[in-house]
C-alpha cells in the first residue's frame, strides 16, 4: 500500500476496513474555511456489492439474536455518543458547517434515537388479536425484512443515520449505509462508533461515496428496504425506481417549502421568534426550515419592522464560536443555489428587503476566507400561485414576506399552495384558528407557537405530497423494516374440538 493510500480512510465492510478496487478518492471540506479535512475512499459498484453480500450473509445470526441482545450493543453506541458529545459534536461542526450548539443537537439527536430503539427491545412487539373460536389465539408478530439500505443527508450527518439504523438493527435486519459525500469523516466516525461495539461482522457495513453507489444499493434487489432521507430529485426517482418492485420496501423523506403563518391575533414576539428560528438556523439548510412567511396585514408593519432587524444583525461567523447563530452554507453548489434565487427575487416585483448575500470582509473570520459565506436574503412579494420562487425550495437563508388579508381560511391556502408538505407553523392567540390550521394545514409536522423547527424523535417525522412516502422515525421506520405475521394457534386437544372450523364446514354444507 503506498503512503497516499494508506492516508485515504476505507469502507467499513464485513467488519473490516477496505479500500476501494477502482482507487478513487474524494475529499472532505471543512465549509467555513475550505481545509480539506481527509481523503476518502470512493466506492464502485464493487464495494456496494460486496457490502450487500455481508449484509445478507449476516442476516440469519442477526436475526436469531433476541431483541434485547441485538440492542446491547446500541446501548453502547449510545454510551460513546453521550461521554463523546462535545467532541463529535465539533466533529459535525467542521464537517458541514452549522454552528457549534447545533454539531452537539446533532449528536443528541442521535443518542435520543438510540436510546428510544434500543429501549424499546424490552416493549411488547406485535399484538394479541381475539379469535371468534375459543380454543384459538391469534397474534400479529414482527419480523425483520433482512438488507436494509439507508442513504442520508449532510445536513443531520449524525442523527439522521441513527433515524434509519438504529431502528432496523434493533428490528433484527443487517445495514449498508452510505452517508453524504460532504460528510464521510462523520460517516467514518459512526462507522468507528460500530466497530468498537464488536458487532458481528457484516450486520453494520458503511461504504462511502456519491449517488452511483447510493445507486447501486438502491437498485440490487438483495436491499429489502431502502431508506432515503435527502432531496426531493433524488428520493422521487428512488420512490419511482423500487415502487414497481414487489418485495422492496421503500421511505423517502425529503425537502420542503415549509410556511410560517402569522395571523392577526400573534402575538408578536413569539411569530419573530418563531420566523427567525425556523428560516435561519443551520443557515436554511434543514428539510424542515421555512422560506415562506405568510403574515396578516394588520400585523405585517410590526412583524416586517422587528423581522428585518434581527435579518439584518443576525450572527453570521465561525461556526465553532459559541457567539455565532448561523454558519457557512455546505458548499459552493449551495451557494451558487442561493444566489441564483435571490437574483430572481431581485429581477421579480417583489421588495428586497435584506440583502446578506455578499458579506463584507470584515464580517467573515480571520482565516476563513475561503469558507462558503452568506448572509440572510429576504424580499417581500404578493401571493402568486405561478411565481415559482414560492415554491420551489432554495435551502438557504431566502425567505419571503407574503402578506395576506382576511381569514385564517385564505392564510392556509397559501401555506397550502406548494408542491410539498413537511413542516408548517402558526402563530397567533386565537384557539379557532390553531385548530383550523391543525386540520388544514398539509403537512406532516403542525406547529403552534413554535417555530417549524425542532421535532423530537419519538413523534412521526415525515411529509405529505411531495416530501415524502413512510417516515424516517422511530415507529414508522419499524413499519418499514418489519414484515408482519398473523400467527394463529390452534389449542384445542382434539381436532374434533376446534369447534369453529367444523361449524364453519357444516355451514358451507348447508
Ligand atoms: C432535517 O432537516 O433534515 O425537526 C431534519 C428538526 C430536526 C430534524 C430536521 N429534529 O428540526
Not at 128 to 154: F, N
Not at 156 to 162: D, L, R, S, W
Not at 170 to 177: A, D, I, Q, R
Not at 477 to 486: K, N
Request: hydrophobic share 40%.
Amino acid at each position: 500500500m503506498s503512503d497516499e493510500r494508506a492516508a485515504t480512510s476505507g469502507h467499513y465492510i464485513d467488519g473490516e476496513w477496505v479500500t476501494g478496487s477502482a482507487g478513487e478518492t474524494f475529499e472532505s471540506e471543512n465549509p467555513a474555511t475550505g481545509e480539506t479535512l481527509g481523503t476518502f475512499e470512493r466506492a464502485t459498484a464493487s464495494e456496494a456489492d460486496r457490502a450487500v453480500t455481508a449484509a445478507a450473509d449476516a442476516f440469519e445470526s442477526w436475526r436469531d439474536l433476541s431483541y434485547i441482545d441485538r440492542a446491547e450493543y446500541l446501548w453502547e453506541v449510545f454510551h460513546e455518543l453521550r461521554d463523546r458529545h462535545d467532541e463529535l459534536g465539533a466533529t459535525v461542526t467542521r464537517e458541514c458547517g452549522k454552528e457549534i450548539s447545533e454539531g452537539r443537537a446533532d449528536v443528541t439527536e442521535a443518542w435520543h434515537m438510540v436510546e428510544w430503539a434500543a429501549g424499546n427491545a424490552r416493549h411488547p412487539h406485535g399484538d394479541v388479536v381475539p379469535s371468534e373460536i375459543a380454543s384459538k389465539d391469534s397474534y400479529m408478530r414482527r419480523r425483520p425484512r433482512g438488507v436494509v439500505g439507508c442513504i442520508t443527508p449532510w445536513n443531520f450527518p449524525v442523527a439522521i443515520p441513527f433515524w434509519h439504523m438504529a431502528v432496523a438493527l434493533v428490528e433484527g435486519n443487517t445495514v449498508v449505509w452510505k452517508p453524504a459525500e460532504q460528510t464521510p469523516l462523520c460517516g467514518e466516525t459512526v462507522a468507528q462508533l460500530f466497530e468498537a461495539t464488536g458487532i458481528p461482522d457484516g450486520v453494520f457495513n458503511m461504504v462511502q461515496g456519491y449517488g452511483d453507489a447510493g445507486n447501486e444499493i438502491v437498485e440490487d434487489d438483495r436491499v429489502d428496504t431502502v431508506l432515503f432521507t435527502g432531496s426531493a430529485a433524488v428520493g422521487h426517482e428512488i420512490a419511482d425506481t423500487l415502487g414497481g418492485r414487489p418485495g422492496r420496501e421503500v421511505s423517502v423523506e425529503m425537502g420542503g417549502k415549509n410556511a410560517v403563518v402569522v395571523t392577526d391575533e400573534a402575538d408578536l414576539d413569539i411569530a419573530v421568534h418563531a420566523a427567525v428560528m425556523s428560516s435561519f438556523k443551520t443557515t436554511g439548510q434543514r428539510c424542515v426550515s421555512s422560506e415562506r412567511l405568510v403574515v396578516h396585514e394588520d400585523v405585517l408593519p410590526e412583524f416586517r419592522e422587528r423581522f428585518v432587524e434581527v435579518a439584518d444583525t443576525v450572527a453570521v461567523g465561525d461556526p465553532l464560536s459559541e457567539d455565532t447563530f448561523m454558519g457557512p452554507l455546505v458548499d459552493e453548489s449551495q451557494v451558487e443555489k442561493f444566489h441564483e434565487y435571490n437574483a430572481r427575487a431581485r429581477e421579480s416585483d417583489a421588495e428586497v428587503l435584506v440583502d446578506r448575500e455578499e458579506l463584507p470582509p470584515t464580517e467573515i473570520p480571520d482565516g476563513h476566507a475561503d469558507g462558503h459565506w452568506v448572509g440572510p436574503f429576504v424580499y417581500e412579494t404578493d401571493y402568486d400561485p405561478e411565481n415559482p420562487l414560492l415554491r420551489e425550495e432554495v435551502f438557504g437563508p431566502h425567505v419571503a414576506l407574503i402578506p395576506y388579508s382576511g381569514s385564517i381560511e385564505r392564510a392556509v391556502e397559501i401555506h397550502n399552495d406548494v408542491p410539498y408538505g413537511l413542516a408548517g407553523a402558526i402563530v397567533s392567540e386565537d384557539y379557532r384558528q390553531l385548530n383550523y390550521f391543525r386540520d388544514h394545514a398539509e403537512v406532516g409536522l403542525a406547529y403552534a407557537n413554535l417555530p417549524c423547527i425542532g421535532a423530537e424523535v419519538q413523534l412521526p417525522f415525515g411529509g405529505v405530497k411531495k416530501s415524502g412516502k413512510g417516515a424516517p422515525s422511530a415507529r414508522e421506520v419499524i413499519e418499514a423494516v418489519t414484515e408482519r405475521t398473523a400467527w394463529t394457534v390452534n389449542n384445542a386437544e382434539d381436532i374434533e374440538m376446534a369447534q369453529g372450523l367444523s361449524a364453519e364446514i357444516t355451514r358451507r354444507d348447508e
